[in-house]
Every structure is written in structure tokens, then in C-alpha cells.
T-cell receptor, first 113, second 114 residues
Framework: DVKVTQSSRYLVKRTGEKVFLECVQD?????MFWYRQDPGLGLRLIYF???????EKGDIPEGYSVSREKKERFSLILESASTNQTSMYLC????????????FGPGTRLTVL | GENVEQHPSTLSVQEGDSAVIKCTYS??????FPWYKQELGKRPQLIID?????GEKKDQRIAVTLNKTAKHFSLHITETQPEDSAVYFC?????????????FGTGTQLKVEL
């Protein structure tokens, strides 16, 4: 059973703080993704990674960076959090093979005050 | 890049009725179209998917149809039940130079009323 876990379910930070969101998957998936989910806007891709130390920008990368030092872990970094980054953040992973099912983590509700 | 549009944004049906959610995509290279269901407070989960070499796929009460020429695909839920109430997302899959990614629609809030 695939498991994607995220370090926090709820997080409250102040404007200007550096924020780390961690995601870990246990199925040896090559691909990992970070999305933010906002009402009416669906799931928007921030960054993704298809291999260790590889990363590609998604549709809304501004204000974010990522790190993938190990295959199982993909971190999302907000260098200087702003109030417009208040959102639900979802991590996901997927195998590169025939099975294209993407597995999501439980999400982190981030509030920036 | 790929653009996926989804309609309607909200859908309310009576229990037992059918529900249809429609999506269009822009990139003719897309070849895989999954549907995810997200119940309140939970993570999105795959419920059905279809590949571009197939026109229709069915799994019990849910079915998906694909029209490659028109670049649209639809989710059909028959005999709706209260537990079908959720947000449904369609997506299109495209292979990029270095990897692959899904582009999601904006979601449909389905409410099944008793």
C-alpha cells in the first residue's frame, strides 16, 4: 500500500519566515510533485521532480523552491512566506512505469499571518 | 502547455439520478486522462482513468468517455448515492522533456441530495 506522508497537517507562520514542507513516499517512486489547492482554482502544480536532484518548474513556481536530495523525500521551501501563500499544500508521487496512478499525501494547511 | 477546463464547478443531483462532469483539453499529445475524487478533508484519490486508445471505460456505477477529435472527456456517475458527494478533478497527462506531469481541471463539487 503506497504511503505518502507530509510533515505537518497544520502550520501557522508569520510573514517573512522561511518555511519547509516535507514529503516522504515509501514506494520508490521516481516522480514527486508539489501542488497548492485553493477554492475554485483546483490543483495547481508548483514544482515537480522526476529524479534525485532533478527539478522542474510547474505552473506557479514563483516564491517557492524545492529540494530532492533523496529519492523518497521532496521538500518545498518558501524562502520568505507571504500572506498570499496561505493555502492547502499537497504532495504527490508517481511511478515512471506503466502505472500512471498518482498518490497524494494528506495535505498541509499553511496559514501565513 | 496543457490546459484542462472542467464544467460545471458545482453540481447538485437527487439520489438515484445520474451526474455528468465534462472536461476539455488543449494539447493533442495528451494520452492519459484520470479522474480523482476528493472527499471533504481527505486527499484526492484515483477513481477511474482512460487512455487515448480507448473511447470508453466503465467500472460499476462510474464510466468515462473520451472524444479525441473534439478533445473532451466526461465522467458519468449513475444511480448516485450520498457517498458520491465530493469534489471531482479531471486531469490530462503530458510527457515533458525531462519527466511527466498531470494538469488538473479546477474541480466539480458534486452534492447528492436525499
Amino acid at each position: 500500500d503506497v504511503k505518502v506522508t507530509q510533515s505537518s497537517r497544520y502550520l501557522v507562520k508569520r510573514t517573512g519566515e522561511k518555511v519547509f514542507l516535507e514529503c516522504v513516499q515509501d514506494m520508490d517512486h521516481e516522480n514527486m510533485f508539489w501542488y497548492r489547492q485553493d477554492p475554485g482554482l483546483g490543483l495547481r502544480l508548483i514544482y515537480f521532480s522526476y529524479d534525485v536532484k532533478m527539478k522542474e518548474k510547474g505552473d506557479i513556481p514563483e516564491g517557492y523552491s524545492v529540494s530532492r536530495e533523496k529519492k523518497e523525500r521532496f521538500s518545498l521551501i518558501l524562502e520568505s512566506a507571504s500572506t498570499n501563500q496561505t493555502s492547502m499544500y499537497l504532495c504527490a508521487s508517481r511511478d515512471s512505469g506503466r502505472n500512471n496512478e498518482q498518490f497524494f499525501g494528506p495535505g498541509t494547511r499553511l496559514t501565513v499571518l | 502547455g496543457e490546459n484542462v477546463e472542467q464544467h460545471p464547478s458545482t453540481l447538485s443531483v437527487q439520489e438515484g439520478d445520474s451526474a455528468v462532469i465534462k472536461c476539455t483539453y488543449s494539447d493533442s499529445a495528451s494520452n492519459y486522462f484520470p479522474w480523482y475524487k476528493q472527499e471533504l478533508g481527505k486527499r484526492p484519490q484515483l477513481i477511474i482513468d482512460i487512455r487515448s486508445n480507448v473511447g470508453e471505460k466503465k467500472d460499476q456505477r462510474i464510466a468515462v468517455t473520451l472524444n479525441k477529435t473534439a478533445k473532451h472527456f466526461s465522467l458519468h456517475i449513475t444511480e448516485t448515492q450520498p457517498e458520491d458527494s465530493a469534489v471531482y478533478f479531471c486531469a490530462g497527462y503530458i510527457l515533458t522533456g525531462g519527466g511527466n506531469k498531470l494538469t488538473f481541471g479546477t474541480g466539480t463539487q458534486l452534492k447528492v441530495e436525499l
